[in-house]
């Protein structure tokens, strides 16, 4: 079965340092999609980053940029030069099999915390 | 604006009264999904739907039904809500690049 999974529950980081968020997941199918979600107290789902299974270099969009590691079956968020506005927390999510529909599995989640 | 809201944000209700939150979509998006959200599980799909009168169970879809009559609403109703159903539920539509999805604000139902 398809499973994503987020272990750190929470993370701190000082403010200006980078800070690498950890997903595993679990597929067979050769065919998939890797997506970071950020919820900041306030609530809202945040769309960040997007990984395909078959994109051949590692995702960036902005600070965000996402380490993919097909063998190890990773798909780590690294923040870098962080800001308190990133304290909230971090959702990886998987395309899952039978990508046609769209739906989205998703981790526990992360809670990061940014100190001044 | 993502072009997708819904109502109503917070409402609190009781033991076996029937509740119906409502998604609207203003962008003609085809995919439209509800999730639930409970710390420790993230979210979970409860219904999806991939058009009007088109739609298929995810992976908590007990004790939930949906209906699309048309392309903008998508309506999750709770026939009889149970205080295991106290959540913030969440709509989304899909994105038309990668497939990300795209979020409303979120429902906050609590049922005593």
């Known amino acids: 079965a398809q499973k994503i999974t987020q272990t750190q529950p929470g993370m701190f980081v000082q403010e200006k340092e980078a800070v690498t968020l950890d997903c595993t997941y679990d597929t067979s199918d050769p065919s998939y999609g890797l997506f970071w979600y950020k919820q900041p107290s306030s609530g809202e789902m945040i769309f960040l980053i997007y990984?395909?299974?078959?994109?051949?270099q590692n995702a960036t969009e902005g600070r965000y940029s996402l380490n993919f590691q097909k063998a190890r079956k990773s798909a780590n968020l690294v923040i870098s030069a962080s800001q308190l506005g990133d304290s909230a927390m971090y959702f990886c999510a998987m395309r899952e099999k039978g990508g046609n529909t769209g739906k989205l599995i998703f981790g526990q989640g992360t809670t990061l915390q940014v100190k001044p | 604006d993502a072009g997708i809201t819904q109502s109503p944000r917070h409402k609190v209700t009781e033991t076996g009264t029937p509740v119906t939150l409502r998604c609207h979509q203003t962008?003609?998006?085809?995919?439209m999904y509800w999730y639930r959200q409970d710390p420790g599980h993230g979210l979970r799909l409860i219904h999806y739907s991939y058009g009007v009168k088109d739609t298929d169970k995810g992976e908590v879809s007990d004790g939930y039904s949906v209906s699309r009559s048309k392309t903008e609403d998508f309506l999750l109703t709770l026939e009889s809500a149970t205080s295991s159903q106290t959540s913030v539920y969440f709509c989304a539509f899909r994105g038309q690049n990668t497939g990300e999805l795209f979020f409303g604000e979120g429902s906050r139902l609590t049922v005593l």
């Open positions: 990984q395909g299974s078959y994109d051949q």
């Open positions: 962008e003609n998006h085809r995919y």
